[in-house]
Each structure stands twice: as structure tokens, then as C-alpha cells.
């Protein structure tokens, strides 16, 4: 089992997503840039435009915590070649129509995850694992740092990998 740490950029403002991105870049291979739309989860981050203000050779894993998910995937998919999007990973609990979801983010060349929040059972994407590359295991309740730990995530992990031994799970918070 391979354990790798990625770093996570939470920020409300252009400055603070530029200043932390600078901290984590030499350090990792990947770095995730959490999007939040005020409405999913009561926080309002940084979006595409700055996402795209900063070029890197690291790989960059989109989480969208967001609504109407369908609004949030086309800008960061056009701005994927200027900053070298890989993933994107979307809230299970967004989706309409999460095999749609799938398709139109594999059609354009990139990695795909789901997030499930603290309250969503794990067998809710049972029929998704052998369609997508990584489930975000959320571990607090999405939008703010410096929450406690939800330990329930610990049984998700186990009930995944039962479901898809070999899909990477990344837990966050």
C-alpha cells in the first residue's frame, strides 16, 4: 500500500491562495486546491481564474465542494493545459448524474474521484469504484479547517477498499 500526503490549499483570497501554493510547490508531486461556492459548504473560495494564475510542473488535483457541479467542471477542464490539472474529484452528493460526470471528465484526459461527506454511507458509490480513480474520504464537514475529526471515516476506508481493493482513498481532514 502506497501512502502519499497532498498537500491541501484552502484560501479565500488571490494573496493567501498564491502564498500558500508557493509554500507547498517544491515539496510534493501534487498539490489539491479546494473550491467552494458558498452555497455546498458555507465558505467562498478562490476559482478558476486563480487557479489558472498559477503555472506549475506539479500535478494539481481539483476538489470541488460545490453545487450544481455541471457549472464548476468545464472552467477548470479549459484551463486544465495552462496549469496542469490531473484530477478533479466532485461531491457524490452534487451529482445528478454521476456516470455523465465520469464521461465528460475522462473525455477530456483526466483523473476522476468523488467526495462522499461524513453523513454519506459508503455504499452510495458502490456502483461508481471501477469507474473512477480515487475516493476523497471526507473526514470533517466540507468548507473550514480546524475541525475535528470524524472517526466513522475509519469504517468508510474498510468498506471501500471491500468494494475496490485496489482504488487509491484519500481522506481529508
Not at 500558500?20 to 458558498?38: G, H, L, R
Not at 455546498?40 to 460545490?66: C, D, W, Y
Not at 473550514?144 to 470524524?150: D, K, L, R
Request: net charge negative; with cysteine.
Amino acid at each position: 500500500m502506497k501512502i502519499e500526503i497532498i498537500p491541501a490549499i484552502l484560501s479565500t483570497t488571490s494573496g493567501d491562495y498564491h502564498q500558500k501554493f508557493k509554500a507547498v510547490e517544491p515539496f510534493t508531486d501534487w498539490i489539491q486546491v479546494d473550491i467552494v461556492d458558498n452555497k455546498f459548504a458555507r465558505n467562498l473560495t478562490v476559482g478558476p481564474k486563480e487557479v489558472a494564475s498559477m503555472r506549475t510542473a506539479k500535478k494539481l488535483e481539483i476538489h470541488l465542494m460545490v453545487d450544481f457541479i455541471e457549472d464548476w467542471i468545464d472552467p477548470f477542464i479549459e484551463i486544465r493545459g495552462r496549469t496542469n490539472i490531473a484530477r478533479i474529484i466532485v461531491p457524490y452528493e452534487s451529482c445528478r448524474d454521476p456516470i455523465e460526470v465520469v464521461n465528460h471528465i475522462r473525455q477530456h484526459g483526466l483523473e476522476i474521484g468523488f467526495s462522499l461527506n461524513p453523513d454519506t454511507p459508503a455504499d452510495k458509490i458502490r456502483h461508481l469504484v471501477d469507474k473512477i480513480d480515487v475516493v476523497l474520504l471526507l473526514s470533517v464537514h466540507p468548507g473550514f479547517s480546524g475541525q475535528h475529526f470524524v472517526y466513522g471515516t475509519l469504517e468508510k476506508i474498510r468498506q471501500i477498499k471491500a468494494m475496490h481493493p485496489s482504488i487509491s482513498v484519500e481522506i481529508d481532514g
